[in-house]
């Protein structure tokens, strides 16, 4: 029986194939620009494997889209309200980092992501996964360590961190409990 994050999972493995044949590229071109690889894509596509956050960000940064976006554009559909039952979860399957897109799909340029890191995750994104956006994190339980290029930022529930030019990062949860945060993202038009 079909889980709904393999449904989930499924969908993404399509968009991801939607994504790189619509801008003509090769699974070798993918994979070359994510920098992963081609097997690792081909697998991935074909529903062989599921991506771990990290290949997700890698992904959709060589795509020139947020997670948000890409993950978005594979689970949702238009209205104004988005119920909590009814919003897309996605669960990373090496580290079980919890992702819930919260925001409904509009043209508002604004992303709304509540992420449950599980304790002792770390999770790394690459720069390319934030070049087309503004973020800040917002801490709702919990503590994270958030390491943007060289800078270390140790968070407590309640803070509030605006992130600055793209870098390279880490989430981690130095902790044995769950932290759960909220990343809005404002994302800029693409020309």
Request: glycine residues 6%.
């Amino acid at each position: 029986m079909m889980t709904p994050e393999d449904n989930v999972n499924q969908r993404i493995s399509a968009r991801l194939r939607i994504e790189r044949e619509s801008r003509g590229w090769s699974l070798s071109e993918l994979a070359e620009r994510a920098g992963v690889s081609r097997a690792m894509v081909h697998k991935i596509e074909r529903g062989e494997s599921s991506p771990t956050a990290t290949m997700l960000g890698r992904l959709s940064g060589a795509f020139g889209l947020s997670m948000s976006t890409l993950i978005a554009r594979a689970e949702m559909q238009e209205g104004k309200l988005l119920r909590r039952e009814n919003q897309p979860v996605w669960r990373d399957p090496q580290s079980h980092y919890l992702r819930r897109h919260v925001s409904p799909r509009s043209d508002l340029p604004i992303d709304l992501v509540e992420i449950e890191l599980p304790a002792g995750s770390d999770i790394p994104m690459p720069a390319s996964s934030y070049a087309l956006a503004r973020q800040l994190i917002w801490l709702q339980q919990g503590e994270l360590v958030f390491i943007e290029g060289d800078t270390r930022h140790e968070m407590k529930a309640g803070d509030c961190l605006e992130l600055g030019p793209p870098n390279d990062c880490r989430f981690v949860n130095e902790t044995k409990q769950t932290c759960i945060y909220l990343v809005v993202r404002l994302n800029q038009a693409v020309s």
